[in-house]
T-cell receptor, first 116, second 114 residues
Framework: NAGVMQNPRHLVRRRGQEARLRCSPMKGHSHVYWYRQLPEEGLKFMVYLQKENIIDESGMPKERFSAEFPKEGPSILRIQQVVRGDSAAYFC??????????????FGDGTRLSIL | QKEVEQDPGPLSVPEGAIVSLNCTYS??????FMWYRQYSRKGPELLMYTYSSGNKEDGRFTAQVDKSSKYISLFIRDSQPSDSATYLC??????????????FGKGTKLSVKP
């Protein structure tokens, strides 16, 4: 999974704290996606972003979760006031701009979030 | 009915066997189909990416898409212990074109015994 960089790899938070997960896409990629993988569950889509724009956030919980992909710097997934149920692996994927042929998504190695 | 169904296994085979992994789906509008491999504690790694029906081969891996049956398959020839992983099928939402959120199967856990 060289290319898509996520940090931190592991994050521990207490209930009520904030969690910030970062994702730097592959070089030349301008589309970023966030997915969540709960234990014994498949990967579930959360949000799709391009630089400074949220394209599709249909998978994001309505409260406490937000995402951004600023003009400069990594994409950030932010979870406020974390609860035990937020414990999961969060994966970021990126793909090339539209019009550049096949555009499969390539994934990072994820951030494993644990809530105490 | 779930959009994408995949038998979770586990599937255990001897080294050198041919492995067949499958997914079914319900939405006939899906057009882009992918297979990912995920090792423990790692992210999904793209194996195959296909558009519409047909076959695609890459080394020991062959992907098949049968849109009339809403059925996709991944075949692994001459399986190796290093192929032991979870295999995920995925499809792009119909309105996404070639971009858009992926809908994943739950994954099939494969173990190849030496």
């Amino acid at each position: 999974n060289a290319g898509v960089m996520q940090n931190p790899r592991h994050l521990v938070r207490r209930r009520g704290q904030e969690a910030r997960l970062r994702c730097s896409p592959m070089k030349g990629h301008s589309h970023v996606y966030w997915y969540r993988q709960l234990p014994e569950e498949g990967l579930k889509f959360m949000v799709y972003l391009q630089k400074e724009n949220i394209i599709d956030e249909s998978g994001m919980p309505k409260e406490r979760f937000s995402a951004e992909f600023p003009k400069e710097g990594p994409s950030i997934l932010r979870i406020q006031q974390v609860v035990r149920g937020d414990s999961a692996a969060y994966f970021c994927a990126s793909s090339p701009p539209s019009g550049q042929g096949d555009q499969p998504q390539h994934f990072g190695d994820g951030t494993r979030l644990s809530i105490l | 009915q779930k959009e994408v169904e995949q038998d979770p296994g586990p599937l255990s085979v001897p080294e050198g066997a041919i492995v067949s992994l499958n997914c079914t789906y319900s939405n006939s509008a899906f057009q882009y189909f992918m297979w990912y491999r995920q090792y423990s504690r790692k992210g999904p790694e793209l194996l195959m990416y296909t558009y519409s029906s047909g076959n695609k081969e890459d080394g020991r891996f062959t992907a098949q898409v049968d849109k009339s049956s809403k059925y996709i398959s991944l075949f692994i020839r001459d399986s190796q212990p290093s192929d032991s992983a979870t295999y995920l099928c995925a499809m792009i939402t119909p309105h996404g074109g070639s971009q858009g959120n992926l809908i994943f199967g739950k994954g099939t856990k494969l173990s190849v015994k030496p």
